[in-house]
């Protein structure tokens, strides 16, 4: 079954993010009218605001890119804006969008909703079989109960309400500050300054061991797109890269695009989180997407961008 969004209304909830920057970059390409909304148009975690807001402008098509996100110490030490702040999103677009008509909805989860120990690389099927990492259990329990919810609304109305569960992200308009945000932009930061104040090394968080797998948000974007318009099911589909790399590997690998030729230390009171988490993206891989931009490439783009819009 495919959709098409030739001349529709199409709402990017969470344009100013980078996920949803992306998404707009991507939508511009494309014959449909894109539909944006700031923080201080409407505030989405005001149920009464979001009915309103979604009555009077009637998309058609929505994509939930607004969200709560942060890496890891923010995860872990802001549990209730991860936990309550999600839940209301999410909440507030998915049963409005239902109310009002939109003819489809894409969700956005997230890797972590996986079990903390799930096979690798991770199957859709993995997800609710086993204890959640903690340090994101509250962002992941708001993450699953958005796929939920949609879930529930394609069982009883009905609606082709879907979900994509993104691998870590990284790309342009990433956060950059150092409390907040996820290990790549952190180690582009650390990388730069570093190399400026020519330091022997950067520091690390954790032991450096864990795997992760990134993916540049562009190709989130144009996987979104692509479901948009290809996808209609009730399992919740994987996007990722199609290969991990240590944490260790990984600052080597930004600092040489940075060109910091320092060495490394590790903060042991940091949490290592997950231990691995590659998404096995078969089921997208036979529908027809696949990744483009390569780690390398992406990070020199991000860094790029990082030395522009936020050094
Ligand atoms: O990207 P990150 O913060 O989140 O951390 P998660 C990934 C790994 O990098 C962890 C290590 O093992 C960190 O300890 N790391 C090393 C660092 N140096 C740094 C640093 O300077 N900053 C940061 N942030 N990490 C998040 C979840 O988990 O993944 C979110 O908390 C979300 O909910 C996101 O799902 C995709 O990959 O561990």
């Known amino acids: 079954m495919s959709f098409s969004i030739t001349g529709k209304r199409v ?41 309103a807001w979604m009555a009077a402008h009637k998309p058609h098509a929505v994509i939930i890119a607004a969200a709560v996100v942060g890496g890891i110490h923010a995860n872990d030490t802001r549990p209730v804006e991860f936990l309550n702040a999600n839940l209301q999103i999410q909440s507030n677009i998915i049963v409005n969008a239902h109310k009002v008509g939109v003819e489809k909805l894409l969700f956005l989860g997230s890797s972590c909703i996986y079990p903390r120990l799930a096979p690798q690389p991770i199957n859709e099927d993995a997800l ?12 992941a329990i708001a993450k699953i109960a958005g796929v939920k919810l949609c879930q529930a609304y394609r069982r009883e109305y009905q609606k082709d309400f879907i979900s994509a569960m993104p691998t870590n992200l990284y790309g342009p308009g990433d956060n950059f500050d150092l409390a907040s945000s996820h290990v790549l932009p952190a180690l582009i930061v650390k990388a730069h300054r570093a190399k400026q104040s020519n330091a022997a090394s950067l520091e690390l968080w954790g032991s450096g061991k864990p795997m992760r797998e990134f993916l540049y948000v562009d190709d989130l974007a144009d996987a979104c797109v692509f479901l948009l318009k290809n996808y209609s099911g009730d399992v919740p589909l994987n996007v990722g890269y199609g290969s991990d790399v240590t944490i260790r590997d990984l600052a080597a690998l930004v600092a040489e695009v940075v060109g910091f030729k320092g060495g490394f230390t590790f903060d042991a009171s940091k949490p290592d989180g997950t231990p691995r988490k590659l998404l096995d993206c078969g089921r997208i891989n036979a529908l027809g997407w696949t990744a483009n931009v390569n780690l390398r490439d992406g990070i020199a783009k991000t860094y790029e961008w990082y030395k522009i819009h936020a050094a």
């Open 11 to 51: 709402w990017v909830a969470g344009h100013t993010g980078m996920v949803g920057g992306a998404l707009v970059r991507r939508l511009a390409t494309e014959n449909c009218e894109i539909l944006k909304t700031t923080r201080a148009e409407l505030d989405l975690t005001r149920q009464a605001d979001v009915e």
């Open 128 to 139: 609710l079989t086993g204890p959640l990492e903690p340090t994101n259990q509250w962002y």
